[in-house]
């Protein structure tokens, strides 16, 4: 019996399945991840750029749009266990460039930017009351690393009901490795790990009516 037999075997890797209103989460593509002699490295670039695609898709549909980055006080006042274990993340200080989201991605006036300081958006964040408070029900889940703070979030968004669909080219990590392992899991167990054409037809079918999202 192969690996993926035992897990259909025991009932993972069900289908969740869009909702009727999503939103575009990006978790931390800020420029320390995406600078590979900082944090980033691996397929990160190439995930930023696909994001691209799909950011630009949520805004011509208008939808609920969150960004996070990671931020620590100057003082270190606010430092926890998470810079125990990562010391280098203490250089991402309030107002710095490495804090800023990637300028292919730059949040537009109504976008939420959301300061955290552990792997997942929704940890010690309103990030859950904000999608509450839009109707949302989808979290579309991208950015970097997959095996982190990706997969931090993804697990926390099925833990507050909200359903997870992580578009694979839209997720990067410094290595293959972590990165294919932790899209094979989440696939198995939190999310709907979506090819990119996958969720853009899912979002097609939100707009009946309107002209082709390519257009």
Known sequence: MSEIDVYKKQGFGNRIGFG???????????????????????????????TRELLAV??????????????????????????MKSPGLRA????????????????????????????????????????????????????CTTSGCVRATVVDAMGHGFRPMVPRECVGDRADGPHEANLFDMQQKYADVMSLD?????????????SKLSD
Not at 21 to 46: E, S
Not at 109 to 129: C, M, N, Q
């Open 198 to 210: 996958e969720v853009l037809a899912e979002l097609q079918k939100l707009a009946p009516r309107q």
């Open 20 to 50: 009727k209103t999503p939103a575009l989460l990006i978790i931390d593509f800020n420029n320390a991840f995406a600078n590979p002699d900082q944090f980033g490295g691996g397929n990160i670039p190439a995930a930023i750029e696909k």
């Open 92 to 143: 991402l200080k309030p107002g710095s460039h490495e804090i800023q989201i990637v300028p292919e991605l730059e949040p537009r006036p109504g976008e939420r930017v959301i300061a955290k300081h552990y792997p997942s958006g929704f940890f010690a964040t309103d990030l859950a009351g904000w999608l509450a408070k839009r109707g949302v029900d989808t979290a579309i889940v991208t950015g």
């Open 58 to 83: 949520a805004r011509h549909l208008d939808l609920p749009i969150a960004f996070t980055t990671h931020v620590y006080a100057e003082d270190g006042s606010d430092d926890g266990v998470f810079n």
